[in-house]
């Protein structure tokens, strides 16, 4: 180990002396482009090369005393974004900048990107990321590596890049579908990269490529990723129409025109968001049967005397069964612009219902459209038939019942005398 030492330090004294003798003649080496923010890269520095660096830890073998990898690949660091516009190591980590007495200290500080990249920094020091490593040291929250590497970064237009759309279910994936991760981050949802993966935008990406679906990074932003209970949140309850509106443009100018959508805008939580209906992970595709039928359960957990009355018609009743040809809450009320029935724009109004039922019964005339699809036998005034009705047909069935119970029962001791009877005269 000593002579490795003293060997690396022969070579860096030789080398320093003939740094600092061709110094005077030589032409400055090509800087960064960097943006405006950029002090460091701007004027040529002194201090060690990337060379001297790599002279050590250019070795693949590379270890710390620890075991631990210390080593640089040359190579992908050319190959990287830095590395193409001649970063040099001491940009990153500057408190090298002015070193030249190798060897340094062990402990270094952490490599800084403020001085080029000072936005990002700002906008990730907002997170929830951030704020749970500064809360606690042992946090194993994403920092700018985990989501870019270390020395290989690439722009998120490059398909081997971490931030490329396409592997970012997997840069996210690596700690939101780690138990491990999970556990110790407390978060509450679980594995949400296992749910996006089955889901129509997870299927999207992974299964045909198609850059424009949505992925964690369109509905959460990248750098200030916050937690839902945040109002600044992108997927705070009431924003998250906005977020599904980026690229649903047509389907969310329905739902404002409605009253869920117009409710939600006005402060009510009480008013449905997209992700109610279609879930944030585990969005399917708005045909599948199953999905369908859930959907009429979660308009039912607002609008329980709806769903209850739904369920005594035979649309009710069949869907009850699983299948779904017959008519779901939204086959007459609209999935998106939903009115309230006096409103001329509702699918329910007098003037609409008919060509409404008309989807499906085509031969349907005006009386069929009389027929009350949430009647309510409990309702005296809404449905004064069917409530008396229902009542006479509750009454003659106990009245059919008590009759023949009470036949029974008292025929019962006198057939029992009449079998003895018998039994004594044989
Ligand atoms: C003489 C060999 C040598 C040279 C030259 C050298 N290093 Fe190191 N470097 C080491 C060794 C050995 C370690 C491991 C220290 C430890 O953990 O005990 C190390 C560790 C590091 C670490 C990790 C520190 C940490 O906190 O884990 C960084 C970053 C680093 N070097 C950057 C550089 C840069 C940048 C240069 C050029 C300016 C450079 N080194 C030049 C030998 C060298
Ligand atoms: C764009 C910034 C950047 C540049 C340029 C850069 N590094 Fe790093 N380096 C990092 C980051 C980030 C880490 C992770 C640890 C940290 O945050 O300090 C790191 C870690 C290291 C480590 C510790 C081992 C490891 O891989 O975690 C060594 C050694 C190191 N760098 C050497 C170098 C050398 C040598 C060069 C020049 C060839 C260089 N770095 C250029 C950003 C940079
Ligand atoms: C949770 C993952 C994550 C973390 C943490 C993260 N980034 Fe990013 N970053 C991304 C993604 C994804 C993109 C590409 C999409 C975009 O621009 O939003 C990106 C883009 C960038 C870009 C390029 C922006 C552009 O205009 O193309 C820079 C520079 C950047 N990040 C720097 C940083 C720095 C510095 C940190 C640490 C302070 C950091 N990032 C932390 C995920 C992350
Ligand atoms: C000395 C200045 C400098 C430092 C320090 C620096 N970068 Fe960069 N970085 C650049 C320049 C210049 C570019 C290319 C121009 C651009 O796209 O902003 C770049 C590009 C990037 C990109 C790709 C952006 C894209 O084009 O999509 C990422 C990601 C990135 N840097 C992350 C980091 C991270 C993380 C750190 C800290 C560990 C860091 N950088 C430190 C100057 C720097
Ligand atoms: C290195 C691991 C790691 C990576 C990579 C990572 N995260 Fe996280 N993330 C965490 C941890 C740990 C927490 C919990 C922080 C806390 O509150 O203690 C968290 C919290 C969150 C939260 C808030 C959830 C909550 O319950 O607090 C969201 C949303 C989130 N991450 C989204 C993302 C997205 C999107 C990406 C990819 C662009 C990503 N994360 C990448 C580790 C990671
Ligand atoms: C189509 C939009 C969308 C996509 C894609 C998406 N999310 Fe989410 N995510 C949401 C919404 C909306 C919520 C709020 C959930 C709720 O209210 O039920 C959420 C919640 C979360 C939470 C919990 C936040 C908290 O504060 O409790 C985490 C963690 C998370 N998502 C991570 C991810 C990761 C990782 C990915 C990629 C694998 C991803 N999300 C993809 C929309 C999305
Ligand atoms: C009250 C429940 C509910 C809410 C809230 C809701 N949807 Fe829907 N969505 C549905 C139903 C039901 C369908 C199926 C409609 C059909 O089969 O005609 C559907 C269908 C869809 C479809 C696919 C069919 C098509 O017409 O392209 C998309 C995309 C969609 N919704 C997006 C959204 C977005 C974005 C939001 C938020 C702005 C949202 N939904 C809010 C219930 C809802
Ligand atoms: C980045 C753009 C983007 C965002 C943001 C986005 N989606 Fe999508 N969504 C798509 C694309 C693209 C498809 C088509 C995928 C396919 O057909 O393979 C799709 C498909 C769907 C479908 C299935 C449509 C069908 O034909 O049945 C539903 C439902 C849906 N998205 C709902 C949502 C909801 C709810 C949100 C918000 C939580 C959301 N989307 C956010 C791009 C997006
Ligand atoms: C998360 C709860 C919730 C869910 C789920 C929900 N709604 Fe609503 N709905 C409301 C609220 C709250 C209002 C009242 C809005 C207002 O203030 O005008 C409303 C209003 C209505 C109205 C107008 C009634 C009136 O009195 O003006 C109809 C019709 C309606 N919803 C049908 C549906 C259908 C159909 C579904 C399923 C596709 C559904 N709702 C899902 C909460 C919900
Ligand atoms: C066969 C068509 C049909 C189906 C299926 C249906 N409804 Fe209705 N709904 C109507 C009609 C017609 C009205 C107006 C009649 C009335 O209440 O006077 C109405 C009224 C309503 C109202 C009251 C509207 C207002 O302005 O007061 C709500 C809320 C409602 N339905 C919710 C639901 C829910 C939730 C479901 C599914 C569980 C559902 N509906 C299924 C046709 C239907
Ligand atoms: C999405 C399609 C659909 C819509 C819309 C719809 N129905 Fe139906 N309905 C069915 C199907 C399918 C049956 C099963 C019987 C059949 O095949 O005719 C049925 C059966 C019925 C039945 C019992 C059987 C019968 O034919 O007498 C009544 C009553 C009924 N519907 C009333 C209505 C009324 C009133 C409306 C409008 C407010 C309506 N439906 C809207 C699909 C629909």
Avoid at 19 to 44: D, E, H, I, L
Avoid at 225 to 239: A, G, L, M, Q
Wanted: aromatic share 6%; hydrophobic share 35%; with cysteine.
């Amino acid at each position: 180990m000593i002579r490795r030492w003293l060997v690396f330090f022969s070579v860096l004294f030789v080398a320093a002396l003939a740094f600092v003798a061709a110094s005077g003649q030589a032409t400055p080496k090509k800087t960064p482009s960097a943006p405006a923010t950029t002090s460091a890269a701007a004027k040529p520095a002194p201090g060690p090369g990337n060379d001297d660096c790599l002279a050590c830890h250019g070795d693949p073998d590379a270890k710390n005393d620890a075991g631990r990898r210390i080593a640089v690949d040359p190579a992908k660091f050319t190959d990287s974004v830095h590395g193409a516009l001649d970063l040099k190591c001491t940009d990153c980590h500057a408190d090298l900048a002015k070193f030249t007495d190798f060897p340094h200290e062990s402990k270094l500080a952490k490599a800084d990107c403020t001085s080029c990249h000072k936005e990002k920094v700002v906008e990730y020091d907002r997170s929830i990321h951030a704020a749970a490593r500064r809360q606690s040291s042992g946090s194993v929250a994403a920092t700018c590596v985990d989501c870019h590497s270390t020395h290989e970064m690439r722009p998120k237009t490059d398909p081997k890049s971490l931030t490329y759309p396409l592997n970012l279910p997997t840069t996210c994936g690596r700690c939101h579908g780690d138990p491990a991760v999970i556990k110790e981050g407390h978060i509450a949802i679980g594995n949400v990269a296992d749910l996006y993966k089955d889901s129509i935008h997870g299927k999207a990406v992974s299964k045909s490529g198609l850059m424009v679906a949505a992925n964690c990074t369109s509905c959460h932003g990248s750098h200030d990723i916050r937690k839902k209970s945040d109002p600044e949140s992108r997927v705070f309850r009431r924003t998250i129409p906005n977020v599904c509106g980026g690229c649903h443009e047509g389907i969310k100018a329905q739902y404002d025109r409605g009253v869920h959508g117009a409710a939600s805008a006005k402060g009510n939580d009480k008013a449905p968001v997209c992700a109610d209906c279609h879930t944030a992970h585990q969005i399917q595709r708005a045909d599948v049967a199953s999905w369908k039928l859930d959907t009429i359960r979660e308009c039912g957990t607002c609008h329980v005397d709806k769903i209850t009355t739904y369920r005594d018609t035979f649309h009710g009743q069949v869907t009850s069964l699983g299948f779904v040809r017959v008519a779901a809450c939204s086959d007459c009320h609209g999935a998106h612009e939903i009115h309230g029935k006096g409103d001329p724009q509702s699918m329910v109004s007098p003037a609409r219902v008919l060509s409404t039922c008309r989807k499906c019964h085509a031969t349907a005339g005006e009386n069929f459209a009389k027929y009350d699809p949430h009647a309510d036998k409990h309702d005296a005034e809404r449905n004064p038939v069917l409530f008396y009705a229902a009542g006479f047909m509750k009454w003659l069935l106990i009245g059919v019942f008590g009759v023949f119970g009470l036949h029974a029962v008292l025929w019962f001791p006198r057939g029992f005398a009449e079998r003895r009877k018998k039994a004594g005269r044989s």
